[in-house]
């Protein structure tokens, strides 16, 4: 059975599938009125409920108890170019739902909670692609991320604000690869599925400080989580390869411990004049202990077969930051018009660590929005485009095969709020 395939042997967190959004793999789309300033400010604006997910201090700018909810729909495209002039592409849409409430307790105690995802996305190749006949057989991978958030926010004075958060964390994910036969000629002989799932928890704190009514920064502090993850991971061997291959076909364990990192998050805002504000955000995420990813599959055969004992892969990630400027203008009693531009980072710097899951690279903000408030209500709207810096896959530490990506993003968000 030696050398008779190969597997994809790819860390479990590559479905996370960053190729849009936050770099790396995590989302800031937790705000409809954020994105359309590409999230500058987030957590000090005080014009929505979604505070308590980026810094819980800023709950006590909202001085009225409410709830919202949220869906943003990004698209997802992708050129992709082989070495040797091979070309797919990656066209679809995902749907980033978030809901938050909060109630006002005094006008000194702030509690809330909030429902949302802040890691995630997908990368789909179609199975026929130079990408899924690579020797990894990459074809498609998941991750969904959904954080339970229960937050408290004291307003100490008229300057000071704190806050925390007790955060419960759902993760589910897979990936699924073609499969071949070295020893027939490269043949495809069947297809791998690895799905987990897991919960854990971890915290954010934040605090805030107001200059006067019109100017405030605040600081916050998101700790890292280690996911206990397992599940099944299914083998799927073509029928007229059973006969030889029966040994690894069928349901095998799973299991792996992604950890998901650490983020220091500094926002501000300023009302430079009756109609306009400013806000900025500086977010530093500590990738670089995303070093070796861990995956286990109890398929023995199938790992050995391959000259594996588990399915970790070498990522060198670095540490990442992204910059975010936005303007509001405040036009009458019930709309107010934003825009936005931001820069991200990749934690992703080298061609020959990336990854055809994970292909990750620099990134462009461009956004506007708008919102309507009238009586109790409030309608928000936002739309980003985000440009990707072109990224490659080359000389592959994990095999992946050598490719040129052109990509880009869409999003489209709506949120409704009600104010009690």
Known sequence: MKNLYKLATVSLLSFAAANVHAAGYQLN????????????????VGDDYSALAYNPAGMTLVKRSGVQAGLTMTEVYSKVKGMNGEKTNMDFIIPLPSMFGQYNVNDKLFLGAGVYVPFGLATRYKRDSFIAKGRNGVRKSELEVID???????????????????????????????????????????????????????????????????????????HKSIQK????????????????????DGKFHSASDPELPASILL???????????????????????????????????????????NLDVEYRWKDAFSLAIGEDYYLNDNWTLRVGTAYDQSPSRSNTYRTNRIPDTDRIWVSFGASYQKDNYQIDLGYAHLFMMHGKTYNSHSGDVDAKYHSHSNMVGLNFQYKF
């Open 148 to 222: 339970m958030n229960f937050s408290a926010a004291y307003k100490f004075n008229t300057k000071w604000s704190l806050g925390a958060s007790a955060i419960f964390r759902r993760i589910t994910g897979g990936l699924t690869s073609n499969l071949y036969s070295a020893q027939l000629g490269g043949a495809e002989i069947g297809y791998s599925d690895f799905r987990v799932k897991g919960y854990t928890g971890t915290f954010n704190i934040g605090a805030m400080y107001e200059f006067n009514e019109n100017a405030r920064v605040g600081l916050s502090y998101r």
């Open 229 to 248: 993850t397992s599940g099944k991971h299914y083998v799927n061997v073509h029928e007229q390869f059973l006969p030889m291959l029966s040994v690894i």
């Open 29 to 44: 789309e937790y705000s409809v009125t954020g994105l359309g300033r590409s999230f500058a400010g987030v957590g000090v």
């Open 267 to 309: 926002s501000a805002y300023v009302k430079t004049a009756p109609k306009w504000a400013t806000t900025a955000t500086f977010k530093y995420t500590l990738w670089h202990r995303f070093g070796v990813f861990p995956g286990k599959s109890t398929n023995t055969v199938l790992l050995a077969s391959g000259g594996k004992k």
